[in-house]
């Protein structure tokens, strides 16, 4: 089956998944690369024959629909979804270098009046072309509590390999995305796949990304200590996985699933004592250490699902941005995180793919993530 005709075909099932009556507000298009290059010209057609109000989309190296996902091999998910009551913006921005250091353009003139109640923006960027760290960093700071959850584009290896799609128009750059708002409320399950061993220690001195001290000692000196007490299993996820999960709320007494920023240990000077991290930290910072494997993960993600469960989230659909280093390269068990979401919440309308980084908010901030699950549960108010 050529693409046109597997979109169509999805396309059409979609339609008859949500039955007579309910027209589509929203579709979002995922297409795995393994199309090649009939990729660009299906997708620059998109928009006219999805019938949707508003089209997303971009390509991928595999992807979701479903319970099921597709990893390898040609693969399309088309997921429909009506939102009676919603407002939706879509955009597309460009990052333009300027004297000051840079901007993002494009921004939809509907939204200098503000943006809509229960705001969140469902975001798809271009790894390659789209500083996005910086326009997460803007969203929180310009529009705290605007919920931002996506993924980066993960169908090409070089700048202008992906296709974005909004609306009648594609992209090689930048981003993609729409602002949800009105009659429709976004909830974020990020599941960062880590579990914590030993116990929250401060930051007493540091630099840049290297950790120099933790409670006073040399940085190694206290994993040392914590090595020392752990059994056979973590001493091994130690050495081979280790993380550090910094609190984003440093005031907090206690901490728990969710809390903390999950970044890996990127080396260890014996000499000095000191480790370095892919982030940048502080003294005074509460970090804890944290390992990773298929049952740390599979763990965090259900009972981050149950949580919302317990908590009454019932949602309509979802959306999923799962690493692309999950999947089989991490479980033993075939569609993993798509077969988690339908146990716990479903059945429900679910889509997405494996991204190149996953984008969600750990506390009241929003990051790109790897090794995560970003998903976002669609709900009406």
């Known amino acids: 089956m050529d693409l046109s005709d597997a979109l169509a075909a999805a396309t059409r099932g979609a339609v008859e998944e949500l039955g007579p009556g309910d027209p589509a507000d929203l579709a979002v298009v995922f297409v795995s690369k393994a199309h090649g290059s009939a990729i660009r010209g299906a997708m ?48 597309a921005l460009e990052y333009a270098r300027t004297a000051d250091g840079g901007s993002f353009v494009g921004w939809p003139a509907e939204l200098d009046d503000g943006w809509p109640p229960h705001a969140s923006l469902l975001l ?57 708002g009105g009659g429709v409320r976004v909830t974020p399950v990020v599941s960062q796949g880590c579990r914590p061993i030993g116990r929250p220690l401060v930051i007493t001195r540091a630099e840049a990304n290297v950790i120099i001290e933790l409670g006073g000692k040399p940085a190694l000196e206290r994993l040392r200590e914590i090595y020392a007490d752990l059994d056979h299993t973590d ?90 280093g999950r999947g089989s390269r991490l479980f033993h068990t075939p569609s993993h995180d798509a077969a988690c979401l339908q146990e716990v919440l479903g059945p429900l ?18 990051f790109v993530h790897g090794f995560t699950a970003s998903i976002a549960l669609f709900e009406p108010v």
Not at 55 to 73: D, K, N
Not at 240 to 252: D, F, I, P, W
Not at 263 to 286: K, N
Not at 349 to 366: D, L, M, W
């Open 44 to 91: 620059e057609h998109l928009s006219e024959s999805i019938p949707a109000r508003v089209v997303l989309g971009t390509t991928v190296e595999g992807l979701l629909a479903g319970g099921v996902e597709h990893e390898e091999g040609p693969a399309v998910a088309v997921w429909l979804a009506p939102m009676p009551g919603a407002t939706l913006v879509p955009l």
């Open 124 to 180: 798809l960027a271009d790894p390659f072309t789209c500083p996005v760290e910086k326009l997460l960093a803007r969203m929180d700071d310009d529009h705290p509590g605007v919920t931002v959850v996506g993924g980066m584009a993960s169908g090409g290896y070089e700048p202008g390999c992906n296709t974005l799609v909004v609306g009648s128009r594609t992209y090689d750059s930048g981003a993609v995305g729409v602002v949800i």
């Open 235 to 324: 001493r091994t996820l130690v050495r081979t996985s280790l993380h550090v999960g910094r609190a984003a709320n440093e005031y907090q007494d206690s901490f728990q699933r969710g809390d903390f920023l999950v970044r890996t240990v990127a080396g260890a000077d014996p000499d000095s004592g000191v480790l370095a991290i892919g982030d940048l930290v502080r003294t005074g910072q509460t970090v804890q250490f944290h390992v990773r494997d298929a049952t740390s993960a599979h763990d965090d993600l259900v009972a981050l699902l149950e949580r919302e469960k317990l908590r009454g989230t019932r949602p309509a659909g979802a959306l999923v941005f799962t690493c692309n």
């Open 349 to 366: 309308p679910a889509a997405g793919f494996f991204a190149q980084g996953e984008i969600g908010p750990v506390a009241k901030r929003t």
